[in-house]
């Protein structure tokens, strides 16, 4: 995938400005206690993104990445330092509020698309709403809206059983946006597609980042950070780069140059 030509830049970064940050770090450190050991996973990160940025995280396996995503997601908390979420310091939450601001605020999605195995594509995607207080129609509706979003409301019906990789993939995205989140986390979400199909996701991240999605992305493939508009490099718990892609390529446009399955 060296080969990929260098299309338009999508539009442009939006400029910094404290109002608009959905995502504030300070300063951040991340122990885990092990028996008698202590893994130190983040060292002191701090890092701001604002609302429309779509920012890939890349680094060594080990460096802190999964960490920091499940800290942005309201998995997890820091053991210092601040997380502030649309200006709201979530450090100082307890899990119930976290789980509280994840479903309302987050979309996330793991590399192994975690799909309930014998529930339909539709319902699989409804799952998150169950939390919010809408009535069974409306759920159903946002359900078929965000399948839609990714492409596949004719599979509505299908089990993850029936759908490939980039399909069930699909689903999980549609899962992720179904509140209406005010970000998407996606942790190695291609690591388990091939090359195709992940640019496919990828096309995906940039059709919900042109409609004003921020989006964060870890990926070990310096070819779909590259999609981005803006790569972070992890090393041993901290970032040690940051950096603007400067001519981002189209995923829709690397597509039709790329081989379909069937050829
Ligand atoms: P990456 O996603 O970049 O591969 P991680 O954030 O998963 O890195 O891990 C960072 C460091 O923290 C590693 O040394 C890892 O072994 C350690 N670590 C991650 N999760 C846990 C955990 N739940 N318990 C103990 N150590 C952990
Ligand atoms: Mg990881």
Do not use: W
Request: glycine share 8%; with cysteine; hydrophobic share 40%.
């Amino acid at each position: 995938m060296k080969t990929i030509p260098a299309v338009k830049q999508l539009g442009p970064v939006p400029a910094a400005s404290a109002a608009s940050a959905v995502i504030r770090v300070e300063e951040a450190h991340k122990y885990y206690e092990l028996g008698e050991t202590r893994v130190h996973a983040l060292r002191g990160v701090s890092i701001e993104i604002q609302q429309g940025e779509f920012v890939a995280i890349m680094g060594a396996s080990g460096s802190g990445k999964s960490t920091f995503m499940n800290i942005l997601g309201c998995l997890d908390r820091l053991s210092s330092g601040g997380y502030f979420l649309e200006g709201i310091n979530v450090s100082k939450h307890d899990k119930r509020a976290l789980a509280l601001i994840r479903n309302e605020k987050i979309g996330f999605v793991f590399q192994g698309f975690n799909l309930l195995a014998r529930t339909t594509a539709l319902e699989n995607t409804e799952l998150p709403t169950l939390y919010a207080k809408i009535d069974k129609t409306e759920r159903q509706k946002r359900a078929a809206d965000a399948l839609t979003m990714v492409g596949l409301a004719e599979r509505a019906q299908h089990f993850p059983s029936q759908m490939s990789g980039g399909q069930q993939q699909r689903v999980a995205i549609a899962r992720a946006l179904v509140n209406h989140p005010s970000i998407l986390l996606a942790d190695e979400p291609t690591g388990n597609l091939d090359s195709r199909t992940s640019v496919e996701i990828v096309e995906i991240f940039q059709n919900l980042n042109d409609r004003g999605l921020t989006i964060v992305l870890v990926t070990h493939e310096h070819d779909i950070a590259q999609f981005a508009k803006r790569v972070l490099v992890f090393r041993d718990g901290k970032i040690r780069k940051d950096d603007p892609v400067l001519s981002r390529p189209s995923a829709s446009e690397v597509l039709k140059t790329l081989p379909t399955l069937e050829d």
